[in-house]
């Protein structure tokens, strides 16, 4: 038991290491090449989706890891389910985020309404990621998971050298470097879940409310412990 704990802690500190490692480097190029005010503009574009998942989506992987791990959703229903929670979660950070943009003038006076609306992709992308990667813990397959960072992390340093550095297209290049990293990172998650799920994989949501209500009810319980459990700036 402890030795596979450490296994699975192992695998999930190499992943996170070398995420961060190439982020790092992505990041200083982007720092070096865009000037104070692109990067300010960067910050905004970056910093509005990121807050939007944040405040409405951030504790729904626990959810799908707990349904998964725990038995409560078959194999065969595992995909759909999971699917049918980011659908919803979807159309609820896009209308925020349409809602919030129409005061874009007062709030992001400044920075071009096309790369806000941009980025907005940032938030499906991103939560996408993060409900095939609970799919992988709830499985227990951290290697897999690991293997998925590891492999994209190195893509999204060579897009942001191309399209920020070379082809010189500022916080657009940016943005499109981080989307294509996480697209990646998805698709191969999807590559890994078929071995571990006894099931063909469908990639029909579950829309139905009654039976996905017992699982948002607990992403919501587990989202609101997140939001006031988290540190004040």
């Not at 829309?207 to 992403?219: A, C, D, I, K």
């Amino acid at each position: 038991m402890i030795r596979r704990f450490l296994k699975d802690t192992g695998f999930g500190f190499v992943g996170q290491a070398v995420a961060i490692v190439f982020a790092l480097v992505s990041s200083i190029i982007i720092a070096r090449v865009l000037g104070p005010e692109q990067r300010g503009v960067l910050a905004i574009v970056v910093l509005l989706p990121l807050t939007i998942n944040a405040v409405v989506a951030s504790g729904f992987s626990a959810t799908i890891v707990h349904a998964i791990a725990s038995g409560a959703w078959e194999d065969s229903r595992a995909m759909p389910r999971v699917l049918g929670i980011w659908v919803y979660l979807t159309a609820i950070m896009l209308s925020l985020g349409l809602v919030i943009l129409k005061f874009h003038s007062q709030l992001f006076s400044g920075t071009p309404l096309p790369l806000l609306f941009y980025s907005l992709v940032l938030m499906p992308a991103t939560l996408l990621q993060a409900c095939t990667g609970s799919i992988l813990a709830g499985k227990r397959a951290f290697r897999y998971q690991m293997y998925s960072r590891v492999a994209s992390a190195p893509i999204g340093l060579l897009l942001t050298i191309v399209l920020v550095w070379w082809l010189d297209l500022g916080v657009l290049g940016a943005v499109t470097a981080q989307l294509v990293g996480i697209a990646l990172s998805i698709l191969l998650d999807l590559y890994w879940i078929p071995k571990l799920l006894s099931a063909r994989l469908v990639f029909w949501p579950d829309l139905n409310p009654g039976v996905l209500r017992g699982s948002m009810s607990f992403g919501i319980k587990s989202h609101i412990c997140l939001l006031y459990t988290s540190p004040s700036p």
